[in-house]
């Protein structure tokens, strides 16, 4: 047995990854020893700095494009672009899950196991101070997420899946208000997440065996040894074929794809809304930052003769998004149905197999990112005396009331319906043009009909909140304390210069589009 | 062109002209954005912000004045970039620019300082300031952009902040629909305006001035031709020139101020200053300057027929003014050195129209409102600034001898004649009959307004004089009728020689007729005209319409131009967008809805398929999956790729 060696690590091409990893045990230990009346301030305040400090990093190696870690980590133009992406999303997550403003106590409540209804949980529901380990787990989360995107073999894929998604089944689960279907999501996220990984893990273990087929050579899942396997492997490509479906089905999981997006509208719907936000943004791109590198790098030989089959799944997403949202009647599924149908879109970039398909999806990711969020935190806003008033019906007249939310809300459901001048025209033209380009025209019709179907289901809520008069159900907008505050102007001006002057992004986008193998 | 044209760039004090564009721009949003909370202030601040300009103005006209070449620009922003489109957010001060701004400027002070008073009693005098300085930021970009795009930019805006303006009074109907009139006929011109760009572009890949003048020569005949005319469209769309000329008069319905800077000074000068400013594609194509110079010929005699017509002390002077631009379109169009006599002839009709329209508002706010000249006489005896002010604007529009009419109107008649053949008899003589004309339906007006017998409606004792606020407005601008006439004459085509193409201009063919001769004649029927109307209407006229000939009903009806428009482009407008809801209604909408029907069943139907139960999502992921790894396993064995 030859003597383990352990690999030369690059401690500044992965500093991003150990400051949220260390933040967050930090976080653990904060849990055990602040007191519990500093405990929020603490913790949200170290989220925080690590998030700050981790985008630093990633800012100063903006000019890395080196593989360490024994080539289990790539840190290359997508993934500090991704990187980058996720923190800046992250700081605005973080912001809504720290807002003690709007409700008292915060959006998360502190024992999920008292049983529901009673007095104990009105009590607790009224105002009991909200469980602050929320911040190491969005930590792990995050941290998880920047392996994810960063991780150059199967293996710590996987790990990476499991580090940021095992958090996320915690977080859904912790809603103050409707809690039973927020843990029923929960327990539903985890379930589906598992039967995932499965496919995942599976899919590697048959790459495995493909890639033992090349002549002499060690087998591996480190995507130069994949890649060099699809040309050169003797094994059946039948391993091949089957492993990377597998492994498509576990991304696209998370992705939302469809067939794969089934878990999404409840598990939306049941958590934390600034948890939705976090699935709806951070996760998109970790997901997205994978599938592309999956298919640039790895399968870069072969995968292109999957366009169609993919396609296919493109379609269908967009078609299940646009079309199931037309009937929803809680924005909180609408907005999930919507996130589908994005992801649909998203496809279409990723399917573009040129270097503007690819930094045109990462400017997608990133605009659409902070669109979501900014929708996700006017939906905490808008409330009555059980919380978040959800249901659209009640969402009826909400201009009159209050016409400045109103009107940001507008504004940004008319960025998801793709207007000029707002991001949600530029990504959408950032994902289509290579897809033409690429001669995906059927992909391209497909997303410009779904756009237009999608765009109804926008424009009715715009029509509800302004042409109909306040009833007495319609809740008021609760005036957001200073984080929201702040997350909300982060997330329409975003969406705003996106749209207006998107050009530096995309040049950014641009710089960062090659990956290193 | 034998030259090329070059532009300096803007350096030291010049560098800062943008602020001509800022400071009214600013002062205009601060006006609309601060809503009440600016009522008591806010009109202060409108004429502060034009005040500021105009002395910005002035120094900017002396720095110009100390420089070698007289034409610089200052690029701001690249505005657009899109392929192969570059165009600049740059401007261009030049004389022609400079004696617009200072135009703009000096005559907008004098009206906005008269609307302090004229508006002191309208709710809306804030937003009515806010609009008047939209209207003037947007006039000044419009003459100082240095390509056509920034040109078009302010082409717009004026066009808006007069739409505004003109239905100021919303509640009107009348003025609601004068604003929507000139709305939509300064569609038809500005479409001519914009699609001449787009023809800039294709054929010389770019809009900027100084491109544009250097390519114009290597363009063939035809497609300086096509641009000449469409630019000649969005040049009669805005300045009211035939066959768009329609809303001019309308547009009356507006504050009598708006009347006097928008529809008589400013901005319905605009179609003159871009047949100056494109001198150098007008110039280069023959056929098209006698377009331009036929459109200045049949609208300046229309504005005279119709003009002696009317009984609206603001309809006639809006269709003198018609007819007057009419003259200058009849100039710019003559070419070479009657540029530089369309200009002035311009700037003195700048200052004795506004004079005139701001007198006969005078005359309004003392009269209740009346508008109509048979309800007035002998008003000389009540008002006598106003009538001493109106006096010397009516002079100088008939071009009576030393005012200033006579000095910029007569050389556009003698230029006129020194066109070759029988084209100069015929505009020659065109210009000669406007003139007496003009001396005629202005004399009519003048006579029946302040002389004669009273002729008030019961409820009138005794019309009052106007506040100092809005007469000393009306004697600078009558000063201005008076005197600015020889001083423009003689310096202003000196001045405007450092503009690209209007300098070293040679003079056109010997005149058919004899200078001196043409000055007397011309002397002649404007003191014939004038006597005409003077004899006639001396003792007044019937308050009743009076059955006529006719020419005279013709003329009443805008010689058939409106029932013209209306049988030809408007009722089968009618119908066409009649038909159209129909096809809209049955066809589109039947099979949009029937798709939002099919969309909305299957959603509906879909989503009985998201059960909430874990099981059956497991289910639907795995057939996926499967569905997923035997497509994938179908392209490897070929079936699929």
Known sequence: MSELKLPPLDYAALAPILIMLGAALVGVLVEAFVPRRLRNGVQLALALLAVLAALTMVILNADARLLTAGQAIAVDGPTLFLQGAILILAVMTLLLMGERAVERGGAFVAHAAITAESAEDRRQAAGAGGATEVYPLATFAIGGMLIFVAANDLLTMFIALEVFSLPLYLLCALARRRRLLSQEAALKYFMLGAYASAFFLFGVALIYGFTSGIPGRVAGVDFATVHTAVTESASSPTLLYAGMALLAIGLLFKAAAAPFHVWTPDVYQGAPTPVTGFMAACTKVAAFGALLRVFHVAFAGAAWDFTPVLGTVAVLTMLVGAVLAVTQTDIKRLLAYSSIANAGYLLVGVLAPSKDGLSGTMFYLVAYGFSVLAAFAVVTLVRDADGEATHLSRWAGLGKRSPFFAAIFTFILLAFAGIPLTSGFTSKFAIFAPALDADQVWLVIAGVLTSMVLAFPYLRVVVMMWLSEPGDATPTVTVPGALTSAALVIGVLATLVLGVAPAPLLDLANGAAEFVR | ?641
């Open chain 2, 1 to 641: 062109m034998e030259e090329t044209v070059r532009f300096a760039e803007a350096s030291g004090f010049l560098g800062s002209v943008w602020l001509l564009v800022a400071i009214p721009l600013v002062s205009a949003a601060i006006l609309l954005l601060l809503g009440r909370r600016a009522d008591r202030w806010g009109h202060w601040l409108g004429v502060a912000a034009i005040g500021a300009a105009f002395v910005l103005g002035l120094s900017y006209f002396f720095q110009l004045r100390g420089l070698e070449n007289k034409q610089v620009e200052l690029s701001l922003w690249q505005f657009i970039t899109a392929g192969d489109l570059k165009v600049d957010f740059g401007l261009l001060f030049d004389p022609l620019a400079a004696v617009f701004v200072l135009l703009i400027t000096g005559v907008g002070f004098l009206i906005h300082l008269y609307a302090v008073e004229y508006m002191a009693h309208d709710e809306g005098r804030r937003r009515f300031f806010g609009y008047f300085n939209l209207f003037v930021a947007a006039m000044l970009l419009l003459v100082l952009g240095n390509n056509y795009v920034m040109l078009y930019f302010g082409w717009e805006g004026v066009g808006l902040a007069s739409y505004l303006l003109i239905s100021f009074w919303y509640g009107r109907p009348s003025a609601a629909t004068a604003g929507k009139k000139a709305f939509l006929m300064n569609r038809v011109g500005d479409a001519g305006l914009a699609i001449g760009i787009f023809v800039l572009f294709a054929q010389l890949g770019s809009t900027q001035y100084e491109d544009v003048f250097n390519g114009v020569g290597a363009l063939s005949q035809t497609t300086v031709l096509v641009l000449g005319l469409l630019l000649l469209l969005g040049a009669t769309g805005k300045s009211g020139q035939f066959p768009l000329q329609a809303w001019l008069p309308d547009a009356m319905e507006g504050p009598t101020p708006v009347s006097a800077l928008i529809h008589a000074a400013t901005m319905v000068t605009a179609g003159v200053y871009l047949i100056a400013r494109s001198n150098p594609v007008f110039s280069a194509n023959t056929t098209l300057q006698l377009v331009v110079v036929g459109v200045g010929a049949v609208t300046l005699l229309m504005g005279c027929l119709i003009g002696a017509a009317k009984d609206d002390i603001k309809r006639v002077l809006a269709w003198s003014t018609v007819s007057q631009i009419g003259y200058m379109f009849l100039g710019v169009g003559l070419g070479g050195a009657a540029y530089a006599l369309a200009i002035v002839h311009l700037l003195a009709h700048g200052f004795f129209k506004a004079n005139m329209f701001l007198g006969a508002g005078s005359v309004m706010h003392g009269m209740n409102d009346q508008v109509d000249i048979r309800r007035f006489g002998g008003l000389s005896k009540y008002m006598k600034v106003t009538w001493l002010t109106f006096m010397m604007g009516w002079l100088a529009i008939i071009g009576m001898f030393p005012f200033s009419g006579f000095f910029s109107k007569e050389p556009i008649i003698v230029a006129a004649f020194e066109r070759e053949g029988w084209t100069a008899w015929l505009f020659g003589m065109a210009a000669l009959i406007g003139a007496g004309l003009t001396a005629f339906y202005m004399t009519r007006l003048f006579v029946l307004t302040f002389h004669g017998p009273k002729r008030w409606t019961e409820e009138i004792e005794h019309p009052h004089e106007s506040p100092k606020l809005m007469t000393i407005p009306l004697i600078l601008l009558a000063i201005g009728s008076v005197g600015a006439g020889f001083l423009l004459a003689t310096s202003v085509p000196d001045w405007l020689e450092a503009t690209a193409g209007l300098g070293g201009q040679e003079k056109g063919h010997e005149a058919v007729l004899a200078h001196w001769l043409i000055t007397t004649l011309s002397l002649a029927v404007t003191v014939l005209g004038a006597g005409l109307a003077w004899f006639l209407f001396r003792n007044g006229t019937a308050t009743e319409p009076q059955p006529a000939g006719v020419l005279v009903t013709a003329a009443r009806r805008n010689l058939y131009t409106d029932a013209f428009n209306e049988a030809v482009f408007e009722k089968p407008g009618i119908f066409l967008t009649r038909a159209l809801v129909f096809l809209d209604n049955r066809g589109v909408d039947g099979l949009v809805n029937g798709l939002a029907a099919a969309v909305g069943g299957g959603s509906g139907r879909l989503r009985r398929l998201q059960t909430g139960f874990v099981r059956s999502y497991a289910t639907s992921i795995l057939t996926g999956a499967l569905l997923v790894v035997a497509a994938f396993l179908a392209v490897q064995a070929g079936w699929l790729a």
